[in-house]
């Protein structure tokens, strides 16, 4: 049974046509690329999978793990083990990393009807998980993403992704922004990350980022469409060629 | 409800059943019951100090040239009830003095009471006043206050006003500032049905500076009123005034801020923020800025804004797997913390944010489902920030 299977996605928002059908199928273990120019729907396929409901499903459906996933709330999903990695992670002052990590997992685990995790635990997870991405020792009580550098925030997503310890992450332009030193410190703390158990789909338009974390399938979302799926090849062909070829 | 029968003087031993929540907080305790002072033996450490605590009846009798030294701005007879304390000056308290005005009636009852407040030349005062009730009649509350800051001289003055429901409280505050003089309030309007604040602030001297705190969270009906103005009279000072609420259900609140500024006020600086969530379509919340100012070398600014919860920073979190209502809890409290971060009594802020955490957590009948940890029943323990760092 796949992972995650996209069939005949179609979506708008205040009534102009986005995503126009597509279908992507995601196995267990599996690390895809979504690649493609700037509004032609990427980051909208990230968000309509993790549940942002600002746009309109018009049509198809999005099965994970074989339940439907329009049936499930955005925290549901979390808890089911589907993570976004946001473009643009949110600022949320006063609200501190462990307060909000350790509500998460508690909260999740509470779906999952385990018992919460103490405090003991909760301390040295973090400890374990920041330094896969060598975040400052001030973590803990620095608001969410307050502050935070560029660099800084994306981390921050690939931490909370340690933490959370998902099924499916979708990193959305995780690789937007960063120097070469944050690429490479994000990228091996999503290779680090990678298991047999668990997928990944990065949404990037930059070849770049796909030289540090390898995927097995390129797609390229090219009007609403996935127009074409390659072998981790595909990206250097379109690094090269650019995209216009693919009309 | 005007012709409710006016308190006369309880008996202390009705009030024995009252237990202050700020049980955290080592405090120079000031009785008030029913608006009448109650004197209190055990503060020898103030009275060596020659800090003066006593009705206002006796500091007519016994310290009328104190009285008489400061322009007050409210008269007194020579009946009135109420409250005078008096800080000398050179003196620093570290623990704050804590005023308790304490409601307990059987019936309707109307309170009036006043109020003063001298701070002595370079004295240092963190004042602490409560407004409670014990049981659930009917109260009307007028209060009377006058604040006097000599110069050098400092107050951090707390106002939580937490009365049930059915009871209304008015309360005039005036402050007068003279050179170098610092205030720092915090107005905290958490329980009570009709909640009024007027409260000015004249700057008298160079170099004063007021920075004006508020925070209101209502629901159901409740009714909050501010009216804060602050005048700047000579050159040099400084005011601030933020305050932020948060409405649910049916409440209403209104926030009038005055900036007025002389033309003998060159070099001022004055702020003013007035922060708005709504959580229901019902309530309302009317926000007015007005400043007015006579002269042209001044940094003035003003902001208000009424709106939601924020609706990306509620899907980030939603999206990590924290529920719709725990997130909004989050964000509440976060909203309400901007406030608390400028107080510097530790304890009372731990306290503080249990109460605005509780309060938050509204009608919902159970907390054991509640992400804010409260130190105290509901909660099982919080991160230990200090653990983690």
Same mark, same amino acid.
């Given at each position: 049974?796949?992972?995650?299977?996209?069939?005949?996605?179609?979506?708008?928002?205040?009534?102009?046509?986005?995503?126009?059908?597509?279908?992507?199928?995601?196995?267990?273990?599996?690390?895809?690329?979504?690649?493609?120019?700037?509004?032609?729907?990427?980051?909208?396929?990230?968000?309509?999978?993790?549940?942002?409901?600002?746009?309109?499903?018009?049509?198809?459906?999005?099965?994970?793990?074989?339940?439907?996933?329009?049936?499930?709330?955005?925290? @549901?999903?979390?808890?089911?083990?589907?993570?976004?990695?946001?473009?643009?992670?949110?600022?949320?002052?006063?609200?501190?990393?462990?307060?909000?990590?350790?509500?998460?997992?508690?909260?999740?685990?509470?779906?999952?009807?385990?018992?919460?995790?103490?405090?003991?635990?909760?301390?040295?997870?973090?400890?374990?998980?920041?330094?896969?991405?060598?975040?400052?020792?001030?973590?803990?009580?620095?608001?969410?993403?307050?502050?935070?550098?560029?660099?800084?925030?994306?981390?921050?997503?690939?931490?909370?992704?340690?933490?959370?310890?998902?099924?499916?992450?979708?990193?959305?332009?995780?690789?937007?922004?960063?120097?070469?030193?944050?690429?490479?410190?994000?990228?091996?703390?999503?290779?680090?990350?990678?298991?047999?158990?668990?997928?990944?789909?990065?949404?990037?338009?930059?070849?770049?980022?796909?030289?540090?974390?390898?995927?097995?399938?390129?797609?390229?979302?090219?009007?609403?469409?996935?127009?074409?799926?390659?072998?981790? @090849?595909?990206?250097?062909?379109?690094?090269?060629?650019?995209? @216009?070829?693919?009309? | 409800?005007?012709?409710?029968?006016?308190?006369?003087?309880?008996?202390?031993?009705?009030?024995?059943?009252?237990?202050?929540?700020?049980?955290?907080?080592?405090?120079?305790?000031?009785?008030?019951?029913?608006?009448? +002072?109650?004197?209190?033996?055990?503060?020898? %450490?103030?009275?060596?100090?020659?800090?003066?605590?006593?009705?206002?009846?006796?500091?007519?009798?016994?310290?009328?040239?104190?009285?008489?030294?400061?322009?007050?701005?409210?008269?007194?007879?020579?009946?009135?009830?109420?409250?005078?304390?008096?800080?000398?000056?050179?003196?620093?308290?570290?623990?704050?003095?804590?005023?308790?005005?304490?409601?307990?009636?059987?019936?309707?009852?109307?309170?009036?009471?006043?109020?003063?407040?001298?701070?002595?030349?370079?004295?240092?005062?963190?004042?602490?006043?409560?407004?409670?009730?014990?049981?659930?009649?009917?109260?009307?509350?007028?209060?009377?206050?006058?604040?006097?800051?000599?110069?050098?001289?400092?107050?951090?003055?707390?106002?939580?006003?937490?009365?049930?429901?059915?009871?209304?409280?008015?309360?005039?505050?005036?402050? %007068?500032?003279?050179?170098?003089?610092?205030?720092?309030?915090?107005?905290?309007?958490?329980?009570?049905?009709?909640?009024?604040?007027?409260?000015?602030?004249?700057?008298?001297?160079?170099?004063?500076?007021?920075?004006?705190?508020?925070?209101?969270?209502?629901?159901?009906?409740?009714?909050?009123?501010?009216?804060?103005?602050?005048?700047?009279?000579?050159?040099?000072?400084?005011?601030?005034?933020?305050?932020?609420?948060?409405?649910?259900?049916?409440?209403?609140?209104?926030?009038?801020?005055?900036?007025?500024?002389?033309?003998?006020?060159?070099?001022?600086?004055?702020?003013?923020?007035?922060?708005?969530?709504?959580?229901?379509?019902?309530?309302?919340?009317?926000?007015?800025? +007005?400043?007015?100012?006579?002269?042209?070398?001044?940094?003035?600014?003003?902001?208000?804004?009424?709106?939601?919860?924020?609706?990306?920073? *509620?899907?980030? *979190?939603?999206?990590?797997?924290?529920?719709?209502?725990?997130?909004?809890?989050?964000? *509440?409290?976060?909203?309400?913390?901007?406030?608390?971060?400028?107080?510097?009594?530790?304890?009372?802020?731990?306290?503080?944010?249990?109460?605005?955490?509780?309060?938050?957590?509204?009608?919902?009948?159970?907390?054991?489902?509640?992400?804010?940890?409260?130190?105290?029943?509901?909660?099982?323990?919080?991160?230990?920030?200090?653990?983690?760092?």
């Amino acid at each position: 049974m796949s992972l995650l299977e996209i069939k005949n996605l179609h979506c708008s928002i205040n009534g102009k046509e986005i995503l126009k059908g597509v279908d992507l199928t995601i196995n267990k273990g599996e690390v895809h690329a979504i690649m493609g120019p700037n509004g032609n729907g990427k980051s909208t396929l990230a968000s309509i999978i993790a549940g942002r409901d600002t746009f309109d499903v018009t049509q198809g459906e999005i099965i994970y793990e074989g339940k439907n996933l329009f049936d499930l709330s955005v925290e @549901e999903r979390a808890a089911e083990g589907i993570f976004l990695g946001f473009q643009y992670p949110v600022e949320i002052p006063g609200v501190s990393i462990a307060n909000f990590m350790k509500t998460a997992i508690n909260e999740q685990r509470k779906y999952k009807g385990l018992d919460p995790m103490s405090s003991m635990e909760f301390m040295k997870l973090m400890e374990e998980k920041k330094k896969i991405v060598e975040l400052g020792t001030k973590l803990a009580s620095r608001s969410v993403n307050e502050g935070f550098s560029g660099g800084e925030k994306k981390k921050n997503e690939i931490f909370q992704m340690a933490m959370l310890n998902p099924t499916l992450s979708i990193l959305d332009e995780t690789d937007s922004g960063l120097d070469i030193d944050a690429l490479r410190i994000v990228a091996s703390g999503v290779n680090a990350l990678r298991s047999n158990e668990s997928s990944t789909l990065l949404i990037t338009h930059y070849q770049r980022l796909l030289e540090y974390i390898i995927p097995d399938f390129v797609h390229v979302l090219f009007e609403g469409k996935i127009v074409r799926t390659g072998p981790k @090849e595909l990206a250097l062909e379109l690094e090269e060629k650019g995209y @216009e070829w693919l009309r | 409800m005007d012709n409710i029968k006016k308190a006369i003087r309880p008996k202390e031993e009705d009030f024995a059943d009252f237990s202050c929540y700020l049980t955290q907080l080592e405090t120079y305790r000031i009785n008030q019951f029913n608006g009448f +002072f109650f004197e209190k033996n055990n503060n020898s %450490v103030l009275l060596d100090r020659n800090i003066i605590i006593c009705s206002i009846k006796s500091a007519i009798e016994k310290h009328k040239s104190i009285l008489e030294s400061t322009k007050h701005l409210h008269s007194f007879n020579n009946d009135d009830e109420g409250l005078f304390i008096y800080i000398p000056n050179n003196i620093t308290l570290d623990t704050p003095l804590q005023v308790l005005d304490v409601i307990k009636t059987n019936e309707a009852l109307k309170i009036e009471s006043k109020t003063v407040i001298i701070i002595g030349e370079n004295s240092h005062v963190k004042l602490i006043y409560c407004d409670d009730t014990i049981n659930d009649n009917i109260s009307k509350t007028e209060n009377k206050i006058s604040v006097f800051l000599e110069a050098n001289s400092s107050l951090e003055y707390y106002k939580m006003e937490n009365i049930n429901n059915s009871s209304s409280i008015f309360t005039d505050t005036n402050f %007068v500032l003279n050179t170098n003089a610092q205030l720092k309030t915090f107005w905290l309007s958490i329980n009570g049905g009709d909640i009024k604040n007027k409260l000015n602030v004249s700057l008298e001297g160079e170099y004063s500076k007021a920075e004006l705190n508020g925070l209101y969270l209502v629901d159901r009906d409740q009714i909050v009123d501010s009216e804060v103005s602050v005048n700047h009279n000579k050159p040099n000072c400084h005011s601030n005034q933020l305050y932020k609420g948060i409405l649910d259900d049916s409440a209403k609140a209104q926030f009038k801020g005055h900036i007025y500024v002389s033309k003998n006020a060159p070099y001022t600086e004055a702020i003013q923020n007035n922060r708005n969530i709504l959580l229901t379509d019902k309530a309302i919340v009317n926000t007015q800025p +007005f400043l007015e100012i006579y002269n042209d070398d001044v940094k003035c600014s003003h902001g208000a804004t009424v709106g939601q919860l924020d609706e990306s920073a *509620m899907f980030y *979190m939603r999206s990590r797997g924290i529920s719709e209502r725990s997130a909004k809890m989050l964000l *509440m409290f976060a909203f309400c913390t901007e406030i608390l971060s400028k107080s510097s009594i530790e304890e009372l802020v731990d306290t503080l944010q249990d109460i605005i955490k509780r309060r938050l957590h509204g009608e919902l009948s159970s907390c054991e489902n509640c992400v804010l940890l409260c130190s105290t029943p509901c909660g099982t323990s919080d991160v230990d920030m200090s653990k983690i760092n």
